[in-house]
């Protein structure tokens, strides 16, 4: 069947979507010149996303997420009977206490983080449910992505996106390669593709349904020696082995 689009949805969404990534308060002619969308449509977007409780004013001007979108936010979580079991289960595995941990899955062709645990210990970003990243840069996006085949994943990510440091992959040839280095070890690695210096290791599992997630655990590059990528490695497979059974 053909995919239907709405115009006025598909303005709404794109203006959620802004919002949300830039994470500042824009203007009605900032949104519209960003989007390339005619500035009457814009506002009247505008008008019923702030009425609706979607968006709120931040000024005369400026806009900026409103509070009902926590409402659906709590209600997709609730829903999701894995992130529960992740906060549980990381409390039973005291090997992966000392890291910063991540439970995500794949929402088209980036990670959606539906839970983490950030470590005390500093790292170059600071993991929050709801965040979405490259799926190509990403240990857990990168060891979902290698439970697919080449087909499924070159019709995935149709767009390569841009580097965010100098050991990012470059495209689609170099990220396949990747995944058969992943299929073979049974992990992911993120060398610093999303921050230099931090490293995250990735394991894929499927719930009871057949719906595939990732589960990482980051650390500086400094503390990925030997010693700590076995212990962190054994504890992430106990964590998804948990989840999995879960």
Not at 216 to 229: F, G, N, V
């Amino acid at each position: 069947m053909k995919n239907l689009s709405v115009p006025a949805i598909d303005k709404t969404v794109k203006i959620l979507n802004l919002l949300t990534e830039t994470a500042v308060p824009l203007s009605g002619a900032d949104i519209a010149k960003t989007l390339n969308l005619p500035r009457s449509s814009v506002h009247g977007i505008l008008q019923c996303l702030t009425d609706a409780g979607l968006l709120r004013k931040a000024d005369d001007r400026h806009f900026v997420l409103g509070a009902h979108v926590l409402y659906w936010a709590n209600g997709f979580t609730a829903q999701q009977d894995i992130v529960a079991e992740f906060h549980q289960a990381i409390t039973q595995i005291p090997e992966l206490n000392a890291y910063t941990l991540t439970l995500s899955t794949l929402n088209h062709d980036q990670v959606v983080y539906l839970a983490c645990r950030n470590s005390q210990a500093p790292l170059e970003v600071t993991f929050r449910i709801g965040m979405q990243l490259p799926a190509a840069f990403t240990a857990t996006g990168k060891a979902v992505l290698s439970h697919m085949s080449d087909e499924e994943v070159a019709a995935l990510i149709t767009t390569f996106p841009a580097p965010y440091t100098d050991n990012s992959v470059r495209n689609l040839p170099e990220l396949m390669q990747e995944l058969v280095q992943i299929r073979r070890q049974g992990f992911a690695l993120d060398n610093g593709q999303l921050r230099l210096g931090m490293f995250c290791f990735g394991i894929a599992f499927t719930d009871l349904g057949g719906q595939y997630y990732g589960v990482a655990a980051s650390l500086s590059e400094q503390e990925a020696d030997e010693a700590a990528r076995t212990r962190l490695l054994a504890g992430l497979r106990r964590l998804a082995d948990k989840l999995s059974a879960a």
